[in-house]
């Protein structure tokens, strides 16, 4: 059973949007910490957004004033609205859930199975 399921990738135009969503299990989605993470070809992976399940949020620099991350506690989703969008941006988009732990909770990082975003220039 998966965790978490992505969604809302494509092909995209520069300077145009994208808004992926991740479906993620109630077990794990209350007390986690949501980001979502990007890899390009020949590259790490690399953080681009997080928000934690008080609603705090921290992005890279490469994508500031233009991605939005945003959670729904409710729905047990987590999105990333990206608005112009770079060529630099094509990647495979992952979510992650993650939880440091706690003396009565075991820690856990689970990822989805990525979503291709593709920025033609």
């Known amino acids: 059973q998966r965790q978490l399921v992505e969604s809302g990738g494509g092909l995209v135009q520069a300077g145009g949007s994208l808004r992926l969503s991740c479906a993620a299990s109630?077990?794990?989605?209350?007390?986690?910490?949501m980001g979502w993470y990007r890899q390009a070809p020949g590259k790490q992976r690399e953080l681009v957004a997080i928000i934690t399940s008080g609603g705090s949020t921290n992005y890279a620099d490469s994508v500031k004033g233009r991605f939005t991350i945003s959670r729904d506690n409710a729905k047990n989703m987590v999105y990333l609205q990206m608005n112009s969008l770079k060529s630099e941006d094509t990647a495979v988009y992952y979510c992650n859930a993650h939880w440091s732990g706690s003396p009565l909770t075991r820690p856990y990082d689970y990822w989805g199975q990525g979503t291709q975003v593709t920025v033609s220039s």
């Open positions: 109630r077990s794990i989605f209350s007390i986690a910490a």
